[in-house]
């Protein structure tokens, strides 16, 4: 269904070309290949149809096989034997202008008017996205076919019987050309020609360059620069590019503020000492109610130097930690895992006597 329609559409497109004016050969003079529009509509034909099957007339000779219907894929039988079978068929044009004639292979075929004129070539090439291969393997273009005017397709001599053959007017059919004038492959967004041509010096079929005057440079960076490389910009491989100011005083050249403590001399304050749990031998505990130390209660062993209660593990106004900082959450869950890691000292519990039987 999706193919069918496809066809259809492509038939109402070049029912409109015919009919508009506006619709010409937009296509460089140096053009060199047929857009891919133009191609996979007609490969559509190729694998689709509609098809079509005529005999061609002997040429020299009174030709009456045509082969006018547009959007249509023609099997021509050539006359007499192969090697030696020159045919003709006929074809009137729809409209004035460049038309390609597609083919299955690379037979010998010529163009002629009514005065036996034969037709220059623009340019040719090799078909190769079809979805059947064999079915269309070549393509011809030719500047400018008349509507008003009747030709003749002269095919052969040809080593096979029969060939294929799809005419298309290439108007109808349009693809995005941008001026590439420094030849990087890259275009200008701004100079674009909608055309049926797909390639052409000069011209690209991407968009993007940042200076269509300089082949050096490419596409524009996102934020908008010019493309080429910013001599003002800081080597990051040279040193101090980090932004942090050095301390000529310090031997291995780091930074480090006056104003803060030694990395190598303790802290009571440091969250780390806070967490190392109590090392000090453990007190006789034979008696039943051990005496109190004259400095105060006994510490919780799981508690260092740090002046709060539960051992680091918690951050508040006295523990000079900072929970929003990585080094303040560092400290509290070193802090909270060596809390939880000590071993709790218990006071032994003593056991009432039990009583005899008598």
């Not at 292979?105 to 036996?116: G, H, V």
């Not at 034979?286 to 005496?291: D, L, Q, R």
Request: with cysteine; glycine share 10%; proline share 12%.
């Amino acid at each position: 269904m999706n193919r069918r329609f496809s066809i259809f559409a492509a038939t109402l497109l070049t029912a409109f070309a015919l009919s508009n004016p506006a619709f010409a050969d937009e296509a460089p003079a140096n053009c060199q290949t047929v857009g891919p529009s133009a191609t996979a509509h007609t490969c559509l034909h190729g694998a689709h149809g509609p098809f079509a099957k005529v005999a061609a007339n002997v040429y020299p000779g009174a030709t009456f096989a045509e082969v006018s219907t547009p959007h249509t894929y023609y099997t021509i039988d050539l006359p007499g034997n192969p090697g030696s079978n020159t045919g003709a068929v006929l074809y009137q044009p729809p409209a004035t202008g460049p038309f390609a004639v597609y083919t299955n292979e690379k037979y010998p075929l010529r163009i002629l008017d009514s005065a036996d004129n034969e037709l220059p070539l623009r340019f040719e090439h090799a078909v190769s996205s079809c979805s059947v291969p064999d079915s269309l393997t070549w393509v011809r273009v030719y500047t400018r076919l008349d509507e008003n005017e009747t030709y003749r397709l002269v095919i052969g001599p040809y080593a096979k019987r029969s060939v294929a053959a799809a005419v298309e007017y290439l108007p109808s059919f349009s693809d995005k050309l941008y001026v590439d004038a420094d030849g990087d492959g890259l275009g200008v967004e701004t100079s674009v020609l909608a055309s049926w041509c797909g390639s052409a010096p000069g011209y690209s079929t991407r968009f993007g360059d940042c200076r269509d005057d300089d082949p050096t440079v490419g596409l524009c960076p996102p934020d908008g620069g010019t493309g080429a490389p910013d001599a003002s910009a800081p080597d990051a491989s040279a040193p101090g590019d980090a932004g942090a100011p050095t301390d000529a005083s310090s031997p291995d050249g780091s930074s480090r503020d006056a104003s803060s403590p030694d990395a190598s001399s303790p802290d009571a304050s440091t969250p780390g000492d806070a967490a190392m749990p109590d090392s000090s031998p453990p007190r006789d505990s034979g008696s039943t109610n051990p005496k109190p130390d004259a400095a105060g209660p006994d510490p919780d062993p799981r508690a260092g130097a740090s002046s709060s209660s539960d051992g680091g593990c918690s951050i508040g106004p006295d523990s000079g930690l900072d929970a929003s900082s990585w080094g303040g959450a560092l400290a509290l869950f070193v802090g909270c895992a060596a809390m939880l890691r000590a071993p709790r000292r218990r006071s032994p519990r003593r056991l009432p006597p039990r009583s005899r039987p008598d």
